[in-house]
C-alpha cells in the first residue's frame, strides 16, 4: 500500500529525500505523513500534508524538512535538510483514508496505512 526509499547514511550537515509512492491516488487519502522511531524512543510525527496540500511540521524539524507532494506520480516526499544525529531512525509513510468520516487527529490511531519504514541515519 505504501512504500517508502530514499533512507540512508548521511553526514551531519547533509541531506536526504524519502520518497513514499502510495496505491491508488493520492486522492484517495486525507492525510499523509512521516513518523519516525529513534533508537530507545516512541515513535513521533514528524510531518504530513493534506489532500489540499496544508503543511504541518513538528518543531524540531521545522525550517529544516519539507513534505511535499506530487498526484500525477502518487508520491509524497520528505526533503530532510541540515540533518542532526538526533534525527536518526526509522522513518515511517502512513496514510489516512478520506472515507473517515471523523475529523482529523494527528494521533496514530487516526491512521489506517502504514508502510515500512526506510532507515535514515545521520553521523558526524
Known amino acids: 500500500q505504501l512504500q517508502a526509499s530514499g533512507g540512508g547514511l548521511a553526514q551531519t550537515g547533509g541531506s536526504l529525500r524519502l520518497s513514499c509512492e502510495v496505491s491508488?491516488?493520492?486522492?484517495?487519502?486525507?492525510?499523509t505523513s512521516w513518523y519516525r522511531r529513534a533508537p530507545g524512543k516512541q515513535r513521533e510525527l514528524v510531518a504530513d500534508?493534506?489532500?489540499?496540500?496544508?503543511?504541518n511540521y513538528a518543531d524540531p524539524v521545522k525550517g529544516r524538512f519539507t513534505i511535499s507532494r506530487d498526484a500525477a506520480k502518487n508520491t509524497i516526499y520528505l526533503r530532510m535538510n541540515s540533518l542532526k544525529p538526533e534525527d536518526t531512525g526509522l522513518y515511517y509513510c502512513?496514510?489516512?483514508?478520506?472515507?473517515?468520516?471523523?475529523?482529523?487527529?494527528?494521533?496514530?490511531?487516526?491512521?489506517?496505512?502504514w508502510g515500512r519504514g526506510t532507515q535514515v541515519t545521520a553521523s558526524s
Open positions: 491508488g491516488s493520492l486522492y484517495m487519502y486525507s492525510l
Open positions: 500534508i493534506t489532500s489540499g496540500g496544508d503543511t
Open positions: 502512513v496514510a489516512r483514508a478520506a472515507s473517515r468520516p471523523t475529523p482529523i487527529t494527528r494521533i496514530p490511531s487516526d491512521y489506517d496505512y
